[in-house]
């Protein structure tokens, strides 16, 4: 009989109502369907593709199976093997104390925040407050320990789809390579004054940083290189002070321009008298040898007629004679022999008829 509840009347269920007909067919297509979209589910995760900057690296029943270069590969579906993506190539950033928004000819930083400036605010060796951003770029240099030896496997599966593909395959990598690299700075600012962290010690601090780090992640067993570490500011951190740091470091820099100026007229100068001074003395050594082998010479001579001379002295002395006369006589124009018997010539005798013009005109002159 029925019932009223609410005001309305209540009719039972009736099974025989059911059309099990229709029932039973929409069963059969849902099953269809699944079917079909499970197995399009594991036709497509047998199939994957590994980039050009990418390493692959397969787990089968989460064990290493292998290891695999770029290309496109398959691999037994999910969940017997799965595949994380590793970029072995790509060279990764890490910025510290600013942030980029947006790369380009004209990079567009992001407004300073409390965080960023907590991390390059650092107190320097004689307790001076720095300002110091920089960055850390690495690259991977080990799958498997990239993956599996710094942070869990549930948060690394946490961030791989099913197809292995992930643009960060495991956090905790950047994270550790981020305190690391804060620590090792923050040591490196805390033995050193402010004048050498702001001025000459900048390259220094950045290779020694990049030694520690990577010394730091090896004892970690992370697998990454790192590439470089750069130092990008180094300043005080407010802008009264950041003036007077800046005329320090002109006026530093005044001085350095002005020392290298004097060096190189210093090192044009001295070049330059050395050389005027090896030149005079070489050649007062070469007069002076040649003076010596001229005296040597005309000594050697004389020395020679000596001997000649004391073996026979007339011959010799008559021969010396000879051989003045005819240097002499050579060097004479016209020439007149009188022989000295004869007295009273020179009346007679006109000297001049045989020198030339000028030497005649110059005779009668005078």
Same mark, same amino acid.
């Given at each position: ?182 620590? !090792?700075?923050? %040591?490196?600012?805390? $033995?050193? +004054? /402010?004048?050498? =962290? @702001? ?132 060097? !004479?124009?016209? %020439?007149?022999?009188? $022989?000295? +018997? /004869?007295?009273? =010539? @020179? ?20």
């Amino acid at each position: 009989m029925p019932s009223n509840y609410g005001g309305r009347p209540h009719n039972p269920l009736d099974l025989n109502d059911i059309q099990w007909d229709q029932v039973s067919r929409w069963i059969r297509v849902a099953l269809v369907v699944l079917a079909v979209a499970l197995l399009l589910f594991l036709v497509k995760s047998m199939f994957y593709g590994i980039e050009s900057s990418d390493e692959g690296v397969v787990l089968r029943f989460g064990k290493h199976g292998k290891t695999v270069q770029p290309g496109l590969h398959w691999k037994w579906p999910w969940p017997i093997e799965t595949v994380y993506k590793v970029p072995v190539q790509r060279i990764q950033t890490l910025e510290f104390g600013f942030e980029t928004e947006q790369p380009g000819r004209i990079t567009r930083y992001a407004p300073s925040s409390t965080d960023a400036k907590g991390v390059a605010e650092m107190l320097t060796g004689d307790l001076n407050l720095g300002y110091v951003e920089w960055i850390v770029q690495y690259r991977v240099k080990d799958s498997m320990r990239f993956l599996f030896k710094v942070g869990n496997t549930e948060r690394i599966d946490r961030g791989v789809l099913p197809s292995g593909s992930t643009s960060d395959p495991n956090p905790a990598v950047p994270d550790t390579i981020r305190d690391v690299s804060e620590s !090792v700075m923050r %040591k490196l600012v805390g $033995d050193s +004054s /402010i004048d050498y =962290v @702001l001025t000459i010690g900048r390259d220094q601090i950045a290779k020694d940083a990049e030694k520690l780090i990577q010394e730091e992640l090896d004892g970690f067993e992370m697998g990454v290189d790192v590439v470089t570490v750069k130092l990008q500011t180094t300043s005080p951190p407010t802008a009264q002070v950041q003036e007077a740091f800046q005329e320090v470091n002109r006026a530093r820099q005044q001085k350095e321009r002005v020392m290298n100026e004097a060096r190189g007229e210093r090192n044009s100068k001295i070049p330059a008298a050395r050389g005027a001074k090896d030149r005079a003395i070489a050649e007062a050594e070469g007069y002076q040898n040649r003076i010596v082998l001229q005296t040597t010479g005309k000594i050697n001579a004389f020395l020679a007629q000596l001997t000649e001379y004391e073996k026979a002295p007339e011959v010799t002395r008559m021969r010396l004679y000879l051989e003045a006369m005819e240097e002499i006589l050579a060097a !004479v124009g016209g %020439k007149t022999i009188i $022989d000295e +018997s /004869i007295r009273g =010539v @020179l009346p007679l005798l006109n000297l001049n008829q045989n020198a030339k013009p000028d030497a005649a005109a110059k005779g009668a002159i005078r």
